[in-house]
């Protein structure tokens, strides 16, 4: 697993590469094999492997959560020797000023032993999928009234994709005895997310899980995915959601639209100091002839 000191140890071997610190995982060696079997295993199997970021110039750039201090477009870490056969996740962190705005941006990688990993992380790239991270919960009220309108029952498998301190997921549970899962690309927000499931003792029904929620391998078991996205994410989500949901499955959507969908129904309603917008779409048999009327009509 992850295990940010290795990377350290990275530096020592003096690779002469521009690196500064970072979090890349390692590999524990078995204690019970003899030291020379152990040695020639790892000869075989493990080498290091490299990793090479471009990015804006003048990004700050966090792997798994650990700050690194390399500077400029392009940076390089290495690793030490890590298990060729092992595929590694890593979560990477950058702000950059857009606009005089800072903005923040987070992707999750794989990443393998033995080779060099190219991730472009530039403004418009088309090879690495990442998210913009805006951190803004759902007001209780508007969360309460999604779940309404989505008709969640005790039956049902919710799925909140960027689930922030998992409030939805929670309530769902709590409120409706709904299962539930909860995604979120941010450490720190699962971390939340799980001592809110705790506090709230809904451990049985539900599980909080760091990720990429564009890439869910078990997203058809969702009956509801509730939603409080940017436009960037919901236009990627829409031909997900399309391929995995079964028919009857329901849709909320907090604020923001999924491009190129009609809705079931629209709701305008109060919570906390302003007036939100929630959107329901379902997953019906004619999905498809409701996409092509829409078309026709234009
Ligand atoms: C506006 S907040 C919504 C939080 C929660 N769903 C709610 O309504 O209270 C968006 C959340 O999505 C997360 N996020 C953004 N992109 C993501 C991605 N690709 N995968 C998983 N989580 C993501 C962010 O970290 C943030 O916590």
Request: net charge positive.
């Amino acid at each position: 697993m992850i295990h940010p000191s290795k990377f350290a140890l990275a530096l020592l071997l003096g690779l002469g590469l521009s690196v500064g610190s970072g979090a890349l995982a390692g590999q524990k060696d078995s204690d019970k094999e003899p030291a020379k079997d152990k040695k020639e295993k790892k000869a075989k199997k493990t080498a290091t492997g490299t990793l090479k970021v471009l990015l804006p110039a003048e990004s700050t750039l966090f792997i798994d959560e650990s700050p690194t201090r390399s500077v400029g477009p392009e940076r390089k870490f290495v690793t030490p020797p890590l298990s060729t056969s092992k595929t590694y996740y890593y979560t990477l962190k950058w702000t950059y000023p857009d606009r005089g705005r800072p903005v923040t941006r987070m992707a999750v990688i794989e990443f393998h032993a033995g080779q060099e990993t190219l991730i472009d992380l530039r403004p418009g790239s088309k090879t690495t999928l990442s998210s913009q991270i805006i951190y803004v919960p759902t007001d209780q009220d508007i969360v309460e009234k999604m779940l309404e309108m989505a008709k969640v029952t005790a039956k049902d498998v919710v799925y909140d994709l960027g689930c922030g301190d998992g409030r939805i997921v929670v309530t769902a549970a709590k409120k409706f005895g709904a299962r539930g899962v909860g995604i979120d690309i941010d450490p720190e927000r699962v971390r939340e997310s799980r001592a809110n499931v705790k506090k709230q003792k809904v451990e049985k029904l539900v599980e909080i899980r760091q990720g990429d929620a564009l890439k869910v391998a078990d997203l058809s078991r969702a009956t509801v995915v509730t939603l409080y996205m940017l436009p960037e994410f919901q236009k990627q989500l829409v031909p997900i959601l399309k391929r995995e949901l079964k028919p009857g499955s329901r849709i909320a959507s907090h604020d923001y639209i999924l491009p190129g969908w009609k809705e079931e129904q629209v709701i305008n309603a109060q919570g906390g100091y302003r007036q939100h917008t929630l959107y329901i779409y379902l997953i019906g048999d004619n999905q498809e002839k409701k996409e092509k009327e829409k078309k026709e009509k234009k």
